[in-house]
C-alpha cells in the first residue's frame, strides 16, 4: 500500500504576528516553524495503517528548502520518503496551491493520500478537497477513524450535530481531524534512520492565483472589559448584565 | 459575463438552518448593491416544501435539485449538483455558509468552477463591480483583505457574523427545479448516519455558547456546565484541555483545534484563555469570563468578568438564571 501525506510548515502558534512594511503579508524573519497539527495527525494515521498493511509513506510539501527540517521530522516519525514541491511563496493562495499539488500527484500511483482538514496558518479547510476533486478521486473529510480492507476505506468523520459512518474505493483522498490518530514522538533510532531516508526537491511551474491579497489588518482591539465582582456575590450584578445589558434572559 | 448572486442553503430536519438564513440575508444585501437579484440553491430529497422560507429570507430566483441520492450532503455528490446549478445561473458572488457542510461543499465547488474562495469571511464589500472579502488567519490575530483575480468569487460567511433580512420578503418567487443526473452522484457509501437529538443547539450557530476548562477540576462537573448551558438554551463548548484529558468530546472543543464560534454571548467558565483557545471565539459580540485567577488571559479580552471559583459561581448563576427567566 502506498500512502501519500501532505505536510506544510506553518509559523508555530504561539508566534506573534506582525504585519510586514508591504501591508500585505506577515514579517516572516523572527518565525519559528512546526508542522501544522492536523498533518501531524494525519501522518500518525498513516503510520499506523502502514504497521498494519505494511506498504511505505511519501510525504509531500509545496513550500521552500527549508521545509526539510520539518519534513525530516516526519521522516523519524515513520514516513520512507519525501518530496518537496519548491515554491517561496509563503501566502500562495490554496487554489493555486490544490493545482500544483494536483499536477504532480496525477504522476504518482498512490492508495491513500492524506492532508490535515486545514492548515492552522491561513485557515482555509480547502486544499484536501479541491485536490480531490481536480483528480476526481472520492473524498472522506474530517475522518476520524480509518480502516483500510482489500481496496476499500472505510471511516467515521465527523458532521454537524454527529457523526456518519463511510466507504469508498481505494484510491482515496482523507482530511484529517483530531482524534484520528495521536501524533507520533520520534524516536532516537527513527531520527538516525530519518537523516538517510531519501529527500527529492522538485522544481514546479507555479500555476495562476485566484485571490489577490490586498491588505493585512490587527483585529480591532475589544472594548475594556469591566470586572462585576468576586465570588458568588456577584451573580446578582451578572444575572442584571444577561438581562439589561444583553437582553438574553 | 457573469453577474447576480447566488447562495446555498443549508438545511435540516425540513427546516432551513439559521446559517442559512444569514447567508441569504448577505446575498440580499449583496444583490441589491450590484442592483441584480438572489439565486438561490437547494439540495436534498424531498426539499420543494421549503422554497417560501427560502423567498422570505431572501431569495428571488431558487434552484431546486431534489434527489433520494442526495438525501445527506455529501462533498463530491451535492457538489457536483451545486455545480450544475451554478452554470445555470452564471453568478459573480457565489455564498455558503461556514459550517462543517459549507466547509465541505465550498472547496469542492470553487475547484470544479476553477474560481477563489474565501473561507469563514467576517466582511464582504462591493465597490462598484469589484469585491474584497475579510477573514481571520493565523488562529485570528490577523485579518486579510482579498480580492478575485476573476469573476466568480466563492465566499463561505462565519455563522453569527452576518444579520439575516432584518423583514421577511413579500411576494412570490421563481422555483426552477433542476434534473438531478444520476453519474453525478457521491461515491462515498454512506454505511450510517448517528445524528444528535435534533433539538440539541449546534455549537457553530448558537447565540449562547457556554464553555468549561480546567477550572472545573474534574470530568463530572461538566454537568454545571450543561445546567448553565439549557438554562440559557445556549451550546456546550470545552477547552482543548479537558479534550485531551478526554472529559469531553472533540466536537464540543473550541480553539484552533477545534470549532469557531462567534456566538452573541460566549461564557467562559474556568478557562484560562490560551492563544488556542482564543482562535476559536475571540470573534464572540460579548465575552463573559469565570475564573478564579485575576491574572487569566481571557479577562484581557472578556467584556464582563467574574473572579471566583467556577464550582461556585455556576450553581448560583444557573439558579439565579432560572429564576429570572421564570420572574
Known amino acids: ?249 | 459575463m457573469a453577474q447576480g448572486v447566488l447562495a446555498y442553503v443549508e438545511h435540516r430536519s425540513g427546516e432551513l438552518k439559521k446559517a442559512a438564513r444569514e447567508t441569504l440575508g448577505e446575498g440580499k444585501r449583496c444583490a441589491t448593491t450590484l442592483g441584480t437579484s438572489l439565486t438561490a440553491v437547494i439540495a436534498g430529497n424531498n426539499v420543494e416544501g421549503l422554497t417560501a422560507a427560502i423567498h422570505e429570507a431572501g431569495a428571488d430566483r431558487i434552484l431546486v435539485v431534489s434527489h433520494p441520492s442526495l438525501e445527506e450532503a455529501t462533498t463530491d455528490g451535492t457538489g457536483r449538483a451545486v455545480v450544475a446549478a451554478i452554470k445555470e445561473a452564471d453568478p459573480a458572488l457565489i455564498l455558503f455558509a461556514a459550517t462543517a457542510e459549507g466547509k465541505d461543499i465550498a472547496p469542492y465547488v470553487a475547484s470544479a468552477l476553477d474560481a477563489g474562495l474565501a473561507t469563514d469571511c467576517v466582511g464582504l464589500t462591493i465597490d462598484g463591480d469589484s469585491f474584497t472579502a475579510k477573514r481571520p488567519v493565523f488562529a485570528g490575530k490577523s485579518l486579510i483583505n482579498v480580492k478575485p483575480v476573476d469573476l466568480p468569487l466563492v465566499a463561505s460567511l462565519r455563522p453569527n457574523v452576518f444579520p439575516v433580512l432584518s423583514e421577511p420578503q413579500t411576494g412570490s418567487p421563481e422555483v426552477v427545479n433542476l434534473p438531478f443526473d444520476d453519474s453525478h452522484a457521491s461515491r462515498l457509501r454512506i454505511k450510517e448516519t448517528k445524528a444528535v437529538a435534533a433539538d440539541k443547539v449546534e455549537l457553530t450557530e448558537a447565540s449562547i455558547v457556554v464553555s468549561g476548562g480546567r477550572g472545573l477540576q474534574a470530568p463530572e462537573n461538566f454537568g454545571l456546565i450543561e445546567g448553565l448551558a439549557d438554562a440559557l438554551g445556549a451550546a456546550v463548548g470545552a477547552s482543548r484541555a479537558i479534550v485531551d484529558a478526554g472529559w469531553r468530546p472533540h466536537e464540543e472543543q473550541v480553539g484552533q483545534t477545534g470549532k469557531t464560534v462567534s456566538p452573541q454571548v460566549y461564557i467562559a467558565c474556568g478557562i484560562s484563555g490560551a492563544i488556542q483557545h482564543l482562535a476559536g471565539m475571540s470573534t464572540s459580540q460579548t465575552i463573559i469570563a469565570i475564573n478564579k485567577d485575576q491574572e487569566a488571559p481571557i479577562f484581557g479580552i472578556a467584556t464582563y468578568g467574574l473572579v471566583g471559583d467556577a464550582l461556585e459561581v455556576i450553581p448560583a448563576l444557573t439558579a439565579a438564571v432560572k429564576a429570572a427567566k421564570e420572574g
Open chain 1, 1 to 249: 500500500m502506498h500512502q501519500v501525506v501532505c505536510i506544510k510548515r506553518v509559523p508555530d502558534t504561539e508566534t506573534k504576528v506582525k504585519i510586514g512594511s508591504d501591508g500585505k503579508s506577515i514579517d516572516l524573519s523572527s518565525v519559528k516553524y512546526d508542522i501544522s497539527p492536523y498533518d501531524e495527525i494525519a501522518l500518525a494515521a498513516a503510520v499506523e495503517l502502514k504497521e498494519k498493511h505494511g506498504g511505505e509513506i511519501t510525504l509531500l510539501t509545496l513550500g521552500p528548502g527549508e521545509a526539510q527540517k520539518e519534513l525530516r521530522k516526519c521522516l523519524a516519525m515513520g514516513a520512507d520518503r519525501a518530496v518537496i514541491l519548491k515554491d517561496d511563496n509563503p501566502f500562495r493562495d490554496p487554489a493555486s496551491t490544490s493545482t500544483m499539488l494536483a499536477s504532480y500527484l496525477s504522476t504518482v500511483t498512490f492508495d491513500l493520500l492524506y492532508f490535515g482538514n486545514k492548515a492552522v496558518d491561513s485557515d482555509g479547510s480547502q486544499v484536501g478537497i479541491r485536490v480531490a476533486q481536480k483528480l476526481d478521486l472520492p473524498v472522506i473529510s474530517l475522518a476520524t477513524r480509518i480502516e483500510v480492507n482489500d481496496k476499500e476505506v472505510t471511516a467515521h468523520r465527523e458532521i454537524e450535530g454527529g457523526e456518519q459512518v463511510v466507504a469508498a474505493d481505494l484510491p482515496c483522498v482523507i482530511t484529517a481531524q483530531k482524534g484520528l490518530s495521536e501524533p507520533r514522538h520520534a524516536s532516537l533510532k527513527g531520527i538516525m534512520a530519518a537523516k538517510k531516508k531519501p529527500l527529492e526537491e522538485i522544481d514546479i511551474e507555479a500555476t495562476g492565483e485566484k485571490l489577490e491579497i490586498v491588505s493585512m489588518e490587527t483585529p480591532p482591539a475589544r472594548t475594556e472589559g469591566r470586572i462585576v465582582g468576586e465570588g458568588v456575590e456577584a451573580v446578582p450584578e451578572l444575572v442584571r448584565v444577561l438581562k439589561e445589558e444583553l437582553k438574553i434572559l
